[in-house]
């Protein structure tokens, strides 16, 4: 793992999601450019001294030199935005697998690269939009695929959260202050951190891609330097037309991402709130409430759930079944078996792509006084 | 009444509306164009024959006639779009009240003529925008207008139906007919039916005004010939931005118009299926349910309840809410008396005007390949 | 009407539901044993001072001396639990017919006696038990009535309320001060009042009659006289089990009165709070939510809605249709037509004496040691 | 681990639990009866082969003569009812900590010998009552604790499931045949597997404890040999009233294990379904909703939560919540420190005996014709 040490927020999480299923155990770490708390975030996770190291660079080369077996299989790089490109790079060359925090890299130009990357070094690629993990969220894509809806006419997008409607960085708040920082954010601060969330959603579900867009971002708290708001009008390559909102400053609310795409045959809704329940609305007779855990279910819903219905399963177990799927495929590569399509639909860096030029794109849409931009990548 | 013979969906629900609360009695109208039409209304409605008349224009003048206490206080229009101006001029010139289904005219033009018309006549004028006369609307109105919320910063409005989904126009479908035909309507379809119930109530709860706009129409079904869909972008005269969203093909929606509202200090949502709570959420503290009849609220929205808390009001309450508090302010004025605040605070003619200045400003947006249209008045 | 002067919270809604429709003309009134007080509340509603009378006894004999079609035709009497049997009694043998809220009587034993009242008049006769004029517990009874959940095995039904939790009586809280007194509530508190609904609305929703039954009522506040809190077990007459609990003490409980009901292949679930929703639950497939106004209802269920789905009708829209349909049955039967089964679907004299019948069973069974007591009638 | 092979559904549950907090490794194993079967078990969850034992005598012995810092340091239980007491009780005679499926065992005699046991022993016992592991249940015992509803009136807990709706025993569905096996389950079903549960639930948040109770069991399928529904009247030993049931035949229902608790200020309800919410509800002022993961909650919500609001946490994180605090409070221990009362907050020997004494008071309660039952332990 590089980065993720003591106190960093996303780092727990990965490690939760990483060791959930038994799959995966931790082996190895850079957890912080400060050696010292990177040996005591080792010493937190019970780890052998010598197998936590100060750099990312020096751990990529001693675990490249062990015996097979030994060595750590893939890497987790957990670390802020502007500190994704060269680690990842570096893993991929040396032979690991990557898995990667998003936004995948500071700009579209490292993440073209990365791509080549990826490619050139044949290693799996692993980008953590995590929403996408939930198994009514791929319930949701499946009914789509299988024409459920028939011609999909309009997608809705929202993630709303209220924790910086107040001007908090520059003070002890780490979180706040480095994505607020465009030295470490990129030139997006809202769209940048949940806009490309909810972006890679509605792309995921729908199977459509944006062509077009109109964006206003707004920088709503006095003092600060990125957008922390910001609502899209979007067309997609089937002539649906979206809207997508993201918005860091919508004071009580907490991490209510949610989706409703409608076609010629009906309608879908989920919210994060109530992740376990998708809702299948038609035109002339009852909704259905689909639930997680159902035998009624794809097999991709049913293979990314581990409890009977009515046991709630929530953003961990969602970020699992990336780590999960990852680990399969993974397994499968180096037994030489063949990856089921149920493991292998874990976000990648054609998404990475995609959201870092749509990062590009709102952006320059918002300055622009023309109101459609197109969707350059 | 003018308009709203058997059969039709509107004229029903404005009767029940009038009569809920034993303060209103229908004593004439002119039900149809058609006189045997007309005349079997009447019938239905247990009217004097004799007070049943063959247009508006007979009715009017008529009853003009008739001593006063006898003649009719005020007269409801509930005719297709194309047919409020005329009725509306005439019942105001002879010394009629009005209450006027929404939008309030064909086009800006004659809205703004009619306003002149209401005052130089001083009569009391009413515009059905129903969705403000849900109690919880008017509290959440009086929250932000206290100040409880601190500046308004963003407004979210959205109102999805899926009833338009497929292509009823052209044959027994009166509604989809008139409502999709330009001759009947205007220049917008869901933008003039609903879109302008969601224009009014994002004015009416935050007290803002939208200065300019950028809007995406489209017509989603195949050979209809006026928008069925659209997403607005909205900046308002306080620097809050916003949002609003109205469709006609949301597959599998019924009629879930819905508003939430964020401030400095915390937002506010609402929406008509869940109509009588009013969420109010908090920077730092519990997300508190507001609901209707219960002694914790403001005098507007006490004002507007009939029943304990708990016991569910819906929609036709919130219309006879409009009813009874113009009935109120009639009677106020007939008897020399002044009306309270809470009986004055229904739609009139500047809410129509501005509803009628969103249809043209949004179609002309529509158009328009520059990101934002001033929103001219 | 008889009772529900000024200021009586149940008298002014019956008026709303009795008037919304167009149906019903309020002609006369003796609305308070009190001359002065019932001549105000005739002036409130602009009735003509001579049919204001100073007694039920007097508005009877004198209305009864009217013309035919001059006369009222049918008298509501919304007066406390000991003053229901003797206008009724009265009004229906002098031919009127009659409505009544409910509890129907004091006793049981005036309720049998009311019951050969009405069968010998031959007059139509409904108590107002509100709840079950929900359109969706219409659609609740069809379904099962049709077998669509198989044998029905077990049945709960709640009605929590709070505003008893303290010692209000005694004051100025006229509605706390009579519903605690044995002088005008009878033998039961909580039971009486909101018990008997949740019981009415069990039997009506799943067709069965309780045969015997297991009760624990319970005094909570100190100095109280009747029960304010109960929970009783049912056994069903088809071997099926059930709960209902109902409680005046729920602190912050509003209103929910809810059931819900299982059988060997489904379940189905409704709740006042969201009174226009009907869960039907599944065996292994998904829920449905059935929403009130669909064409997919029968038709006992779209004749008792007003709005287009999406349009909430509430608890005064389920209480006009209890009075519409009586409307509607009194008019047939005036003009020699045959009523629609739809019409005649509201609750009369035999729920009354049903309820009658709970109230002394369940206030038995509450002071026995023996588990199980007989429901006897 | 005893038990918990391959295929067993709550084997597999724990083990996820034990394992998402990187504080707990498995180390060995006696999975099956079948040596064979454990031998695969131990084998998918990558254990040496070595200690991976044909029985729990074996492993308890065998790990006991390893060195200190290499033997396991506790033994997870997780057999059927009727092999839970002697395991346990070797366990901990040979100087384990015990972590124990519930119910506690096969009667309340064992129960008793066991907490003889645990007491002898000194070490440390939890009973895998996952539901009280919610953040949201621990808030609410917090409040209940700190008297913020006042003096508690009434306690309704309900645990409706349906996947017992059809006789699914003896075929291939290895859940529903030991669970409906007297032989394995002991006196009871429903209410062994699942009311213990909702009676676990009840007394943990209250902070109460049931003295009497009025039980209806039913056995609702044919040819069922224990029940599949019941329900219970309460009386607690503050003078409070409740109400549980319990039901595997309510068609359609998952796991919707709920209470509500009534005291004289106000009242909260949690479900599981919405594991994340807590609703306080109050007398004369808006209800609150609670939600998991912010700072305003007790240190013991907070303790038990491991993301940002927003984020929903389920059901194996709760599961996970015990494990993480047990293994807490085993390293206090082992390193001579004093546990914090959050750690120690995981039910224990005394629940596990009040467990089974609801069993055995329950089955009795039904079989007779007294109406109250006296809870014996």
Chains 1, 2, 3, 4 share one sequence.
Not at 84 to 90: D, L, N
Not at 137 to 142: C, D, G, H, L, M
Not at 166 to 181: C, I, P
Not at 192 to 198: E, P, V
């Amino acid at each position: 793992m590089v980065g993720g040490g003591k106190d960093a927020f996303i780092g727990a999480v990965h490690r939760i999601a990483a060791l959930m299923d038994g799959e995966i155990e931790i082996v190895c770490g850079a957890f912080s450019s400060n050696p010292e708390k990177s040996k005591l975030s080792g010493e937190m996770l019970h780890l052998d001294a010598d197998r936590v190291y100060g750099s990312y660079g020096e751990m990529i080369l001693k675990e490249k030199s062990l015996p097979e077996g030994e060595a750590m299989d893939f890497v987790s790089i957990v670390t802020p935005n502007h500190l994704h490109f060269a680690p990842s790079k570096m893993a991929l060359e040396n032979g690991f697998h990557v898995v990667l925090d998003k936004p995948m890299t500071f700009d579209l130009q490292e993440a073209k690269e990365l791509k080549k990357v990826v490619e050139t070094s044949g290693k799996l690629f692993c980008l953590t939009h995590t929403y996408t993990g939930y198994p009514m969220i791929k319930e949701a894509r499946q009914l789509v695929a299988n024409g459920v809806l028939g011609k999909i006419r309009k997608i809705y997008v929202a993630y709303p959260q209220g924790w910086l409607s107040e001007f908090l960085e520059g003070g002890d708040n780490k979180q706040a202050s480095w994505r607020t920082d465009p030295g470490k954010s990129g030139i997006a601060g809202c769209m940048g951190d949940i806009g490309t969330h909810a972006f890679n959603m509605a792309e995921y579900v729908s199977g459509l891609q944006v062509t077009k867009l109109c964006a206003d971002l707004n920088i709503v708290v006095e003092g600060r330097q990125l957008d922390d708001d910001g609502s899209v009008l979007l067309k997609f390559n089937n002539g649906a037309s979206g809207l997508l909102y993201a918005s860091q400053v919508a004071a009580g609310e907490e991490n209510n991402i949610r989706i409703s795409i409608y076609g010629e045959k009906g309608g879908l809704e989920w919210k994060q709130e109530d992740a376990n329940t998708l809702l299948l609305k038609w035109l002339n007779k009852p909704t259905e409430i689909l639930r997680a855990g159902n035998s009624y279910l794809s097999s991709y819903a049913q293979h990314n759930s581990r409890t009977p219905p009515g046991h709630p399963e929530g953003y961990l177990e969602a970020f699992a079944n990336l780590y999960r799927n990852f680990a399969f495929s993974v397994r499968a590569q180096a037994e030489g078996n063949t990856a089921k399509a149920e493991w292998l639909d874990f976000p990648g860096v054609d998404d990475g792509i995609r959201g870092m030029a749509f990062i590009q794109n709102v952006v320059k849409s918002s300055k622009s006084n023309e109101k459609w931009t197109e969707f350059v990548v």
